[in-house]
């Protein structure tokens, strides 16, 4: 499936690392390759342009060919704050997002969630009764309100998507796609 007219990926890089012991998750190899350039290679295809969120080891990241951009917000924020450079970035209307530890993501993933978009504002995946956040489409004009909730002090993506109208969209047939790894042992066991 390719995406729809004008979507940016955005894969989100930016995190510490720290339950993998502080190192740089998207750089750390998987069958002879780095995490990150497992998600590139199945985002890519699905997305009109693509973006690296990363706050460490940028020219690392950069090496893969496309833009990179840390957060705006300092102390390493979390996704939200990867998500919020990513925007500021996205020359489309939509944009939707990935982490880098997940390299088994859905190869429809991005046009599931456009088919579920709607008016709404935001299209996150979820497997069962468990949504999946960092995985999910999202309208580029709604920049400007996570700044705010990032100016307020707000981490949390559930706090902010509170606020937002947003649909969760099924992919029980796809559970084991959204496996990510966060620790050596998971790394390994992969």
């Given at each position: 499936?390719s ?5 940016t ?9 720290r ?13 002879g390759r780095?995490?990150?350039?497992h998600?590139i ?9 693509l973006v690296?969120n990363?706050?460490q080891?940028?020219d690392?990241?950069?090496a893969f060919?496309h833009?990179?951009v840390p957060?705006?917000?300092?102390g390493?924020?979390g ?5 919020h450079?990513?925007?500021?970035v996205a ?9 880098c530890?997940s390299p088994?993501l ?5 046009a599931?969630?456009?088919?579920a978009?709607?008016?709404h504002?935001?299209?996150v995946a979820?497997?069962?009764d468990?949504?999946?956040?960092v995985?999910?489409?999202v ?5 400007a309100?996570?700044?705010a ?7 949390k ?5 509170a606020a937002?109208d947003v649909v969760e969209?099924?992919f ?8 990510n790894i ?9």
């Amino acid at each position: 499936m390719s995406a729809p007219a004008g979507v940016t990926g955005i894969v989100l890089a930016g995190g510490l690392g720290r339950r993998m012991g502080g190192v740089d998750k998207g750089l750390q190899p998987l069958r002879g390759r780095p995490l990150v350039a497992h998600v590139i290679e199945r985002l890519a295809p699905q997305v009109n342009e693509l973006v690296v969120n990363a706050n460490q080891n940028l020219d690392a990241y950069r090496a893969f060919g496309h833009p990179v951009v840390p957060d705006e917000v300092g102390g390493f924020a979390g996704p939200l704050a990867g998500l919020h450079a990513g925007l500021g970035v996205a020359r489309f209307a939509l944009a939707v997002t990935v982490p880098c530890d997940s390299p088994f993501l859905p190869a429809d993933l991005v046009a599931r969630l456009a088919a579920a978009l709607g008016a709404h504002q935001l299209a996150v995946a979820k497997t069962g009764d468990q949504p999946h956040p960092v995985f999910c489409l999202v309208r580029t004009a709604l920049r400007a309100h996570l700044g705010a909730f990032l100016a307020g002090g707000g981490r949390k993506i559930d706090a902010w998507y509170a606020a937002l109208d947003v649909v969760e969209v099924p992919f029980d047939d796809e559970a084991e796609a959204f496996r990510n790894i966060n620790t050596l042992e998971e790394l390994r066991d992969a």
